[in-house]
């Protein structure tokens, strides 16, 4: 089942400028943590953010979450061409201690060189 | 981090036969993986949590006797599509996470593609 929509599905961008994908979820969280994927291959963790923290950074993303909306959003900055790849952001909904990660539809990510 | 290592990459199968998936975690000890099946420019669907020493735990629509997944140790996992369709092939990936914290990252297989003919 998926958690929620992201947006948007495809985002088009010249090397150097920033890139804003939106994730959108519907359960309570324990975390939201985001995900990147070059074509074909596995993920790749990028960034966590717990339930109780509102802004996250690291290197040039920054994380910012909303949960009140139901939302968060990853922000790349400075991006560059080695930035392509698929973008997603999973939900750990955590009631028990499953573990199971929740993901988004996936923005897809092409920074032109 | 912790590497996941899922085998084979690809494979290639006959409608009929059935092909097994190896998900190793090697430098923990994983006591729960999970199963993700992903389509051309899809998201992760996640098919089942996979639970060392006891049965899986399969998401609501997803075909426990086709998807044979067993947890036999601490640090492998593995999916068996069985009697496999066409409408099987599909790149399928392996996770797994330190559950001691729920907050903690996902560690992901290379994932294995599959094509049925």
């Known amino acids: 089942s998926q958690q929620g929509e992201e947006d948007p599905q495809a985002l088009s961008i010249q090397e150097g400028e920033n890139a804003t994908m939106n994730c959108s979820y519907k359960t309570s969280i324990n975390n939201l943590q985001w995900y990147r994927q070059n074509s074909g291959r596995g993920l790749v963790h990028l960034i966590l953010i717990r339930s109780n923290e509102r802004e996250k950074h690291s290197g040039r993303l920054r994380v910012t979450l909303d949960t009140s909306k139901k939302s968060s959003s990853l922000l790349i900055t400075a991006s560059r061409a080695a930035d392509t790849a698929s973008y997603f952001c999973a939900t750990d909904a955590g009631s028990g201690n499953t573990g199971k990660l929740i993901f988004g539809q996936g923005t897809t990510l092409q920074v032109k060189p | 981090g912790a590497v996941v290592s899922q085998h084979p990459s690809r494979v290639i199968c006959k409608s009929g036969t059935s092909v097994k998936i190896e998900c190793r975690s090697l430098?923990?000890?994983?006591?729960?993986m999970f199963w993700y099946r992903q389509f051309p420019k899809q998201s992760l669907m996640l098919m089942a949590t996979?639970?060392?020493?006891?049965?899986?735990?399969?998401e609501q629509g997803v075909e426990k006797d086709k998807f044979l997944i067993n947890h036999a140790s601490l640090t492998l996992s593995t999916l068996t599509v069985t009697s496999a369709h066409p409408e099987d092939s599909s790149f399928y990936i392996c996770s797994a996470r330190f559950l001691q914290d729920k907050n903690t990252e996902a560690f992901f297989g290379q994932g294995t593609r599959l094509t049925v003919v």
């Open positions: 430098d923990f000890q994983a006591t729960t």
């Open positions: 996979s639970n060392e020493g006891s049965k899986a735990t399969y």
